[in-house]
């Protein structure tokens, strides 16, 4: 394949070439093999890869047209690589991160002593759509409340790696991670000779082992199921594999059911069998139509009557989603020196908070050059970027954003960097991030790596697979490369 | 086994027999008819086996060829298509129990039906399309029988398959014989051999028969041998015989076996006495009585939950 012609765009940081077009440190043989490989070859491979997307049945939800439409995940076969020394460093900045957070959730719903000392304001958590006061007093096992956590990263012009926003609630992709590397192990076996990768696939055990810790009972085997919405939910591929992967009941909520004894009881064959630990892909508000919503059909009457008793662990915890607010976000590294006493190791995007004065004012002079987001939106849904909105936009986002400043924060726009991507017959520039998934019981596992998505559309910056986005491989270089 | 689970499984082995059974009769039926081009009540007796008469009333007027297999293939109530995309409805969302290929074979099926459904509708094309139904069907029966472990799952795949099949035995047999020896219709004693020889043939059961009955076709013993007979798959009393070996492997077994033991008496009643329609029919209502009860007990035994003490205890 001819790089020749590889475009990074301006003030971008570009993962894998130079600006002068040359490998980076480390990745010489990955650059070459890229640039040996024949046009014909490439095209045969990424077929291949196509080929076996479909024959695996890896697919995402879309609601599209007043239908759900099944759709194959779309991956690029040229992996992104990181070093294992970066890693390591990123690891122990993810690691930090999760123990402040945990000990946020805890904090505020205990004894509120980062409010006291008048680090975080009062008023953040009331105006907080994720706070739950019925989670006032809990203190779930390992004082841990996000057991899984997905965190975007994105790297910027200069090369370094800044935390974009933390997924607290039921983050999801881990499964695509997985099937990605499946996936390039098939399409391109020679390159694992070549290079020393890290391996991802013991996920699924690792996630079994934290969910298994936090059992109420001190079981050998405790049940653990996953608890679905259903068939509809985009992300119920996920759910299926993963519960597939741990040997794991897959449940809805009316396969469960609250017994007088205030334990949570799976409906089978056998009759009503005792569940340990439920890994719940629903929101919240969806639990327990006792307590939220009380439509919910999603859910489980009595759930949070059954988890506030400790007979059953929710993995995540009720009232996670507080520190995944964007606003809140703003804060972690506060947090992390109030908490630990430490730098935080990743740095935040900085960010510009609507409800302060200051702040709001520098945001609507400068919105042009600005991206917008809503407090608690998931998916890209309802992000205003700057310099791409028409003046219409631009002038509706000013008056939301007085209307109800709480509701918004602004950063500066992150040039995302690029790595190269295929695309109808070329290599081009396209920009990634990365979301790694961290592990927390017992003990605590990160990802090797995670599941890096990349925007197919050129120069576009959303990667969220129901706005155009498409994923990797992402690989850990345990050695720079062979001599 | 999840609960829920467990009606997936069963209801995805009924619908496959369905689609199965279905594309069966329209197939021979229509083969038939070009043998007797006089005989116009055949296509209003298809609506009788599947037991849809009000519904194909509010869908159609006229009972004519075109509109019963119209109803037949492709309408919402009883038709192959209806069973197939059910039985996919249910593959669908329980895919981690089954094997991958028989999601997508039941897929495949789905989208045959959908894209040639047409075809089956003209005279021309109908014995292909069917022809091809039947192929996939077996298919998909064949590799689960092949690659599925013989555990709780499969075992509520093959009860639902059973009962399925003893209540379309049931039914075919009953509008068959009821056309036979209604002495209204007189135009039919001319081809009484035609006709038993093509109700066996609508359980593909006319070889079968002809190596079990010496006889000429005659109808105490092609009504003898689909319900009694133990060895031919899709008599009635090789189905429940079945159906109690699926019992036997799966927990909680105990009522629904007692409802399966009751039906195997009512079939092993002496028969061939009985054979007048009247007699007949009320027979056949007793048997198809039972079939519904074991589905009944079927339900409340494994896919239902009142939650008391009891059930509790056995919990802990």
Known sequence: MDLKNYKIPPRVFDEMLTDKNRARPGLTALVNYLRKMKDADMTERSRKAEMAIRTMGITFTVYSEGENIDREWPF???????????????EKGLRQRLTALNLFITDIYNDEKIIKDKVVPRDLLRSSKDFRPECRGMNPLFNTWAHVCGSDLVRGSDGTMYVLE?????????????ENRNISKQILPELFERHDILPVDDYPTQLFDTLSSISPRPLDYPEVVVLTPGIYNSAYFEHSYLAQRMGAELVEGSDLVVAEDDCVYMKTVEGLSRVDVIYRRIDDLFLDPEVFNKDSTLGVPGLMRAWKKGNVALANAPGAGVADDKVVYTYVPDMIRYYLNEDPILPNVPSYMCSEPLHQKHVLQNLESLVVKPANESGGYGMYIGPRESKR?????KRLIKANPRNYIAQPIIDLSTVPTYCDGAIEARHVDLRPFILSGSKSYITAGGLTRVALVRGSLVVNSSQGGGSKDTWILATPEQK | MLSRVAEKMYWFGRYVERAENTARIINVNTNLIMDLPRVKHIWSSLIEITGCEQEFQNRFTVVDERNVIKFLLLDDFHSIKSAVSNARENARTSREIMPTEAWEGINELH???KNNGEQGLKRTGRHEFLSEVLSQCHQLTGLLAGSMSDDVAYNFIKLGRHLERADMTTRITDVGCLNLLDTTRIELQDYDNILWMNVLRSL???????????????GEDVVDFLLKNRKFPRAVAHCLSEAQVCCDALPNEDQTLRSITHAIRTVDTDVIRLLTEHKLHNFIDDIQLDLADIHNTIAASWFSYKINEDVLDTAN
């Open chain 2, 204 to 218: 593909n059961a006319y070889q079968m028969y002809r190596q079990n009955v010496q006889d000429r076709v005659n």
């Open chain 2, 111 to 113: 989208l045959y039906i």
């Open chain 1, 393 to 397: 936009r631009t002038a509706e986002m």
């Open chain 1, 76 to 90: 690029d076969i040229i992996p992104r690589a990181i070093h294992e020394s970066e890693w390591r460093t990123i």
């Open chain 1, 166 to 178: 933390d997924n607290l609630r039921v983050p999801s992709g881990v499964s695509y991670m997985l």
